[in-house]
DNA sequence: GGAAAGGGCTAGACAATGTCAAGTATGAAT
DNA sequence: ATTCATACTTGACATTGTCTAGCCCTTTCC
């Protein structure tokens, strides 16, 4: 009854569902509610998706094509170094949150068991390796840029998931403020990369 | 009817839902088949845990106790300096990730909302904030071993979660050994960080 | 000894959920 | 005009979280 335009039924879904996850969790995204949110019958989103992990897959593979882009986009920011990408990780995780959540969970998204998410979590790599091989100066297909890539992945990964997911304001005295201390650990992490890079006689390009 | 030996249902309700997480996630967590896999009827976990979020919390306050417990072996390993807290981090992770998957989704288990899971979380902490000041040669009240602990929690996490998630060997190269690669990116992580505090002009405790 | 109380559990009921199966409308193609 | 696929809606069913009520022990008090 209420079918909004026409055909963007897909769109409508994904979005309230994206929504449902940012404010309370992927646990609490039931197929009805979203349906519901989203002005349709409770089956609607069953011609879209294959089951409850499809929304989530879709959401998983729109997130980690996003990422990417926002990888892509590292080369022409002002900062240096790692700097550049660990304030783009940390941004993406936070301003994209519903995705995020849903990127790194086996469980529900399947990664390996949907073809097109796997794809987008590749090209989403690909970008980073090739980020990390511009910031340490080596070609991507080394076992430097490998390790690195993954170290800051790591790395870029933990804090935007503890940042997120709440624990680090608990930990902090109570006169701090978050986000210099954030600033705090990106100049600390970033820093050290410059060491590293300097101590192995790499040559990181000058953009 | 199968009341095993007598009084001990706690456990084997948390015990039983340890084992649903681990092997299906932590979605797939029913109240009433954790209660089936216990041998009891499908309220009696209702008992011990107010809802079904009451087990979430009590496998991660308990998640934290088993962290803290680590963190402290830590000092009397051989391994030195960061290497010791990174292997225990990731060894941690993989030996309970029944619990380890629930510890940080704020969503799901309210390490805000539940009081004793708060606590046990800060002592974790409280322990981390130790084992770093050991490593860089500080006091645990000052802003280095702060922005240093955050910076580890956050590179040991990320890295355990990207192994954890498994999103890690998909990128491998096909011939590589994932084991290894973890323990490159361990030792580069750990080689930074002797590197950071040989600058600061730190000295670390040699233990 | 018997009654009372409470802990530790079971049983029943209800609304809500995921998903299968079947129906209906709407547009294009023949 | 009839066929036929697309894009839904409606109905149904087993399963879930959780409320309420009950049952069986043990302990305690008189």
Redesign the pocket.
């Given at each position: 009854?209420p079918?909004d335009q026409?055909?963007d039924?897909?769109r409508l879904v994904l979005d309230a569902a994206i929504k449902i996850i940012e404010t309370m969790g992927a646990d609490s995204?039931?197929?009805?509610?979203v349906?519901r949110q989203a002005g349709?019958?409770?089956?609607?989103p069953?011609?879209y998706f294959k089951?409850?992990?499809g929304i989530f897959a879709a959401i998983s593979e729109e997130g980690f094509a996003l990422l990417a882009d926002a990888f892509r986009r590292v080369e022409h920011m002002e900062e240096n170094g790692s700097k550049g990408g660990f304030i783009t990780y940390l941004t993406f995780a936070r301003q994209h949150s519903g995705h995020f959540r849903v990127m790194f969970r086996g469980d529900i998204c399947g990664i390996s068991t949907h073809e097109a998410t796997g794809a987008a979590a590749d090209d989403a790599f690909n970008e980073l390796l090739k980020m990390v091989s511009r910031t340490i100066g080596t070609s991507t297909d080394t076992d430097e840029a490998m390790t690195f890539a993954i170290m800051l992945w790591s790395q870029a990964h933990g804090l935007a998931t503890l940042v997120l997911d709440g624990p680090l304001e608990r930990k902090l005295p109570p006169d701090a403020d978050l986000e210099s201390q954030i600033m705090n650990v990106i100049n600390l992490a970033s820093h050290m990369v410059s060491l590293e890079v300097a101590e192995m006689g790499l040559l990181p390009s000058q953009n």
């Open positions: 009854m079918s026409h055909g039924v897909r995204l039931s197929m009805r509610e349906a349709v019958s409770h089956q609607a069953y011609h089951d409850r992990s």
